[in-house]
């Protein structure tokens, strides 16, 4: 059965039809990747997902429930995580707090009251950090990780609030190919461990084909192919938008 269900996903600005009539679905366990030229729509339908952008036309369902409609809090506790880039947030934390606060705010507690109750939380984080490979820098501050380690943090910090559904948009931009490898590699075994689902967007067609389950492919807000690795490789469609052949 599926985790999610989006159909006939539709957004527009102004006169530009973002996302186009998408219809794809999401099972438990599963690495999907959705790829597509810059300006495909890929964050445009993140975005609907998470509930920072409303869509004009659609649906989409986590087990049964519309998502559409409902405040981006409200989708993330219904189950829907997202990565977060540790730099706009809480850099000067170290690598444990973060994650203890993260904990702390998927039992809702405000920010005020962290300090006080995130003693009780430090081994549960150490415990996800562990799982992570982040456990020995739990005491560092973030600012002076490496990148690769400061995504390892973030994957950590997501999971804090148990999502069924992880969206991650573009996660290993910016990383050389032994660390992006290393984060995909980390993202697969949470996917598995915990029986979770995961979205990604990834413009390295080596990641992609390395570590997708299945892909969906997008190209102008509409949906042209969808299907395992080895059958979107050689799809005509995709060769035509990524090649031009
Ligand atoms: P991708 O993530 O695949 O590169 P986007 O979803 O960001 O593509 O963008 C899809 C299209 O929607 C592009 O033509 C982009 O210019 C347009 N777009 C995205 N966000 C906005 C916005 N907030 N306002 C106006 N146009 C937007
Ligand atoms: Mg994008």
């Not at 039992?107 to 005020?112: Q, T, V």
């Not at 570590?211 to 690795?229: C, F, H, Q, T, W």
Request: some cysteine; glycine content about 10%.
């Amino acid at each position: 059965m599926s985790l999610l269900n989006v159909t006939h996903l539709g957004k527009s600005f102004g006169g530009n039809r973002a996302v186009d009539g998408v219809s794809f679905s999401v099972a438990k366990g599963e690495l999907l990747a959705l790829i597509g030229p810059n300006g495909a729509g890929k964050s445009t339908t993140f975005n609907m997902v998470n509930g920072q952008l409303k869509a004009d036309t659609g649906s989409i369902q986590l087990e049964g429930q519309e998502l559409i409609g409902r405040k981006p809090r409200d989708i993330w506790r219904l189950g829907v995580g997202r990565t977060f880039q540790i730099a706009e947030t809480f850099g000067s934390l170290t690598v444990v707090e973060n994650v203890q606060m993260a904990l702390l705010s998927s039992d809702g507690l405000l920010f005020s009251m962290w300090r006080r109750a995130a003693a009780h939380k430090r081994d549960e984080a150490l415990a996800l950090l562990a799982q992570v490979g982040m456990a020995a820098q739990a005491d560092r501050p973030c600012s002076v990780l490496a990148y690769g380690d400061v995504k390892r943090v973030e994957l950590a910090i997501a999971m804090a609030n148990r999502p069924k559904l992880l969206l991650m948009d573009e996660p290993t931009a910016g990383m050389a190919p032994k660390e992006r490898n290393e984060l995909m590699a980390l993202t697969k075994q949470l996917v598995i461990e915990r029986g979770i689902a995961v979205l990604f967007t990834e413009h390295s067609m080596d990641v992609v084909f390395a570590y997708a389950d299945r892909m969906i492919v997008l190209a102008r807000g509409r949906l042209i192919a969808e299907g395992k690795p080895a059958e979107i490789r050689d799809h005509p469609k995709v060769q035509e938008v990524y090649f031009g052949t």
